[in-house]
């Protein structure tokens, strides 16, 4: 058994991690933080937790957690990077759900995140966890970045165009739509129903956070090379899902003929992908509570121009699922434990 801690047990993350847990046969949840809510029970809180965790939200404290083999960090960035060296020190494993140890470049980091990085040591060795990208180093991490929602979708929709040097990476476009559950559980005027129901809208057109996050993941794929991404997040009147409709333009139009078959290969032994056959429009529903990114390939009459539609629901394969995946892959049990329910429909 795999004891586990989870920081920020309250929050929407959180809950889905115990969601998830609550039906691994490998993992044992010893200790749920809440600050807010310590002292209460977790189902009490959680009523659909009922019958699976006998457990109370406790103040964050480094000996509870260093007790765990491995502690997940389900809180608002900067919170990880303050716990996470005398996790280190002690050998307990980590896999962070938020942006701490996401981007390399520091200097990026501080001016995104508006804070100076205070572990520029664990920045450095934390792995981003994606795991079809980097099974591998993932395997043997003690520190796993946990990939953002947004980033999960962009970059699996991308990966292939740019892994095979298919496109032209100076232009790329990701035009995605998030549901309210992205923004987190915490009061937010702005997220109310009665602000964002029957509307929509985009937001950080002009530079969202995960913008550099995603650069750096498309650059790696691409071996490298400049990247050129316009990235603009949309708010839907919805709970959970994204959608990412991506845009490229091929070097050679000719390259569209092989591109379901590449996209098909690409992922034909990657449990939590699935490319449906081209021409079709992947739908969040059908990923909805489910570790999953679905992707369809299009192409309109007379243009060059790739477009990915490609979906996730944030919680699940965009936060909690993916951070599950990688403790599978950390500790070297079937990665799909506790994972493979389907999407609920409708
Ligand atoms: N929502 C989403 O779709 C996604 C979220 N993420 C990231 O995951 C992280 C969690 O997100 P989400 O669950 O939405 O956030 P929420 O705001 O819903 O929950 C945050 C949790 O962290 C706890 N917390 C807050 N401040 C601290 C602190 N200083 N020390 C310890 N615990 C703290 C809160 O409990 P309390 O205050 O009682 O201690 C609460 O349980 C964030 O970094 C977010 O960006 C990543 C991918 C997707
Ligand atoms: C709808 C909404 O507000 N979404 C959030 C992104 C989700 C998230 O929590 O970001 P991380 O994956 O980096 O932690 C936002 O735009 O900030």
Redesign the pocket.
Same mark, same amino acid.
């Given at each position: 058994m795999i004891k586990v801690g989870i920081?920020?047990?309250?929050?929407?993350?959180?809950?889905?991690l115990l969601r998830i847990l609550a039906g691994h046969p490998d993992a044992d949840v010893r200790c749920i933080?809440?600050?807010?809510?310590?002292g209460m029970a977790v189902a009490d809180l959680y009523p659909n937790l009922r019958g699976h965790f006998d457990l109370a939200?406790s103040?964050?404290d480094l000996d509870t957690l260093t007790a765990c083999d491995l502690v997940f960090?389900?809180?608002?960035?900067?919170?990880?990077m303050r716990?996470v060296p005398e996790l280190m020190a002690r050998g307990i494993r980590v896999v962070?759900? !938020?942006?701490?140890f996401r981007i390399k470049d520091l200097k990026v980091w501080a001016d995104w995140y508006g804070m100076p990085h205070e572990t520029p040591e664990w920045a450095a060795k934390a792995v981003y966890g994606l795991p079809e990208v980097a099974r591998d180093a993932i395997r043997a991490a003690q520190l796993v970045a946990?990939?953002?929602?947004y980033p999960?979708a962009v970059q699996l929709g991308f990966l292939p165009l740019l892994e095979n040097d298919l496109v032209d990476t100076s232009r790329l476009i990701a035009d995605a739509k998030?549901?309210a !559950?992205?923004?987190?559980?915490?009061a937010n005027i702005g997220m109310l129903h009665g602000e964002i129901g029957e509307s929509f809208k985009a937001y950080g057109a002009s530079g969202h956070r995960h913008l550099p996050e995603i650069r750096q993941g498309l650059a790696n794929a691409a071996s490298g090379a400049d990247i050129g991404v316009t990235f603009v997040p949309h708010l839907l009147p919805m709970i959970?899902g994204?959608e990412a409709t991506l845009y490229a333009e091929l070097r050679n139009p000719a390259d569209f003929d092989r591109l379901q078959s590449l996209y098909e290969e690409r992922f034909a032994d990657e449990p939590f992908v699935d490319v449906m056959p081209f021409g079709s429009h992947p739908e969040t529903r059908s990923v909805r509570g489910a570790n999953a990114c679905r992707m369809a390939l299009h192409r309109q009459p007379g243009s060059n121009m790739v477009i990915v539609s490609s979906v996730i629901d944030?919680?699940v394969k965009?936060?909690?699922g993916q951070a599950v995946q990688n403790m599978n892959i950390m500790f070297g049990i079937d990665e799909t434990l506790g994972l493979a329910a389907p999407a609920l429909l409708p």
């Open positions: 920081v920020g047990g309250t929050g929407y993350t959180g809950v889905e933080t809440s600050r807010s809510e310590a939200f103040e964050p960090f389900a809180t608002p960035h900067g919170v990880a716990m962070d759900l !938020s942006a701490d946990n990939p953002g929602c999960t998030s549901g !559950s992205g923004a987190g559980r915490q959970r994204i944030n919680l965009g936060a909690a």
